[in-house]
């Protein structure tokens, strides 16, 4: 069992981990061949619009040195070639690159769909007519697409780089930008084959660490585990001990004074204080009664023990409950009269129930001659069974003094009694009602007591058999 706990621990915990891998890794692949350009063409925008923005503001002041500065700046660390043209002379003004024809080639190309004629470049662009934006568009593939636009300048993505074309403030000087995305495609996808890598060490990594990891966690467990049952065992070996301390208390308790009114009497006879036959035979008749008494706690100790210990197995079997309690109501019927108790039954003919009737009857013993016992004198005893069906319901009612609240969960104890000077006058021994909390626990059937304005009433329930 605890092997295939181990297992279940370390399939449960590996699983989730390589499951959280392989959704990180989906997701950061998704992200990077779909998201990855767009993220690097919005970057780039954005470094372009700010180089324009200073560019426009060094080309307005006429500083030479802060343009070039500018261009060189932005192509060494941004990737992004600029070329200043000056629409006037037609001639390129500012270059980052060491060959300026090539970016004056890009912007012709735009311009004026491959024309090379300078001069109509810079007229068509100079004078900004609809014909010059439309050049602007014509020369771009069906792959080109616009990404940022206005008055000033206009952005376009081909297949191969984003492209940047501007007019500055002093109505001359034309910008031109270029920066490439064909290595930002192989970059992606070498990351893509990168991440696939690092994935599949990943999650080799990762399984290895989950074994040792959970089978140090399930060490920590299995120790834990080992800890607590340790922990129970003790406690309930504390408890055992205590149980038997008390049991040996109790026990001791109870047969005391039956065993020293034995002998006393005993000594009684024996040193012959006893001179008629009569004082003799009072003495015999205290003992005979105080060995039936212990005889009686002995056999009910031996019972419980037999029950609680699960040694004495139940003996299911069908049998007749209203000729058991009629029966058993006729042997007590002396208890009640002693008292010139009443004795009322509501108990219908050939009620069947299912149980072990041997042990049945001894609660139906302990109910009635409890009742009988402690009912007032001129009272009622009232004995009710009656089936529901699916179970039947035995309840023993007495007239008489209630239960005290605080003292109706202690009654199954063992040796508990509530008044004791009562129980020690009509003999009980404060066994009975824990051998009927034993037989019911044993049955898995309700049973219980409840108070009533004008007595007690004690009740029990077994399996139905039909009637």
């Given at each position: 069992m605890k092997t295939s706990r181990k297992k279940s621990f370390t399939a449960k915990y590996l699983a989730v981990f390589e499951l959280s891998i392989v959704l990180i890794v989906i997701i950061v692949l998704v992200v990077n061949t779909f998201g990855l350009r767009y993220y690097y063409e919005h970057q780039r925008v954005k470094s372009m619009e700010q180089a324009y923005g200073e560019i426009d503001a060094a080309v307005a002041d006429k500083n030479h040195k802060a343009v070039s500065k500018i261009l060189d700046n932005y192509s060494e660390t941004e990737n992004i070639s600029i070329a200043l043209y000056d629409t006037y002379t037609s001639v390129a003004v500012f270059s980052s690159e060491r060959d300026n024809e090539f970016l004056l080639q890009r912007l012709r190309d735009r311009l004026f769909g491959g024309n090379t004629d300078g001069a109509a470049g810079a007229q068509g662009a100079g004078d900004g007519s609809p014909d010059a934006e439309g050049g602007m568009t014509a020369g771009q593939g069906q792959k080109d697409r616009v990404?940022?636009?206005?008055?000033?300048?206009?952005?376009?993505?081909?297949?191969?780089?984003?492209?940047?074309?501007?007019?500055?403030?002093?109505?001359?000087?034309?910008?031109?930008?270029?920066?490439?995305?064909?290595?930002?495609?192989?970059?992606?996808q070498q990351s893509t084959r990168f991440l696939i890598v690092v994935a599949a060490a990943a999650l080799f990594i990762g399984f290895v660490a989950v074994i040792i990891m959970t089978a140090r966690v399930s060490k920590v467990a299995q120790l834990e585990?080992?800890?607590?049952?340790?922990?129970?065992?003790?406690?309930?070996k504390e408890r055992q001990n205590e149980i038997q301390r008390e049991f040996i208390a109790n026990v001791s308790h109870e047969l005391k004074t039956p065993i020293a009114l034995v002998q006393g009497y005993a000594e009684g006879l024996s040193e012959g204080l006893c001179e008629d036959a009569e004082s003799r035979k009072y003495y015999s008749d205290v003992i005979m009664d105080e060995a039936v008494r212990m005889n009686m706690i002995v056999k009910q100790l031996l019972m419980l023990s037999r029950i609680e210990s699960g040694t004495d197995s139940l003996k299911r079997e069908v049998f007749d409950f209203s000729e058991l309690v009629m029966n058993t109501a006729e042997q007590l019927q002396i208890l009640a009269e002693r008292r010139n108790a009443r004795v009322e039954t509501d108990v219908p003919a050939g009620m069947m129930a299912l149980g072990d009737e041997f042990k049945i009857e001894s609660v139906v013993t302990n109910y009635l001659s409890n009742a009988m016992n402690h009912v007032e004198d001129d009272g009622l005893v009232r004995i009710v069974l009656n089936n529901s069906g699916e179970r039947i319901k035995l309840r023993v009612f007495n007239t008489g003094c209630t239960i005290p609240k605080e003292e109706i969960r202690h009654i199954w104890d063992k040796f508990y009694k509530v008044d004791k000077s009562h129980t020690r006058t009509y003999g009980g021994s404060g066994i009975g009602l824990s051998i009927v909390r034993a037989v019911m626990d044993a049955h898995g059937m309700p049973y219980g007591v409840i108070n009533r304005a004008d007595g007690v009433e004690f009740w029990m329930e077994l399996e139905s058999a039909g009637k």
């Open positions: 990404i940022a636009a206005n008055e000033d300048y206009n952005i376009t993505a081909t297949a191969q780089a984003l492209e940047f074309v501007g007019y500055c403030h002093d109505d001359r000087t034309m910008v031109l930008m270029s920066s490439p995305v064909v290595g930002m495609k192989n970059l992606a585990l080992e800890n607590e049952k340790l922990q129970h065992d003790l406690e309930e």
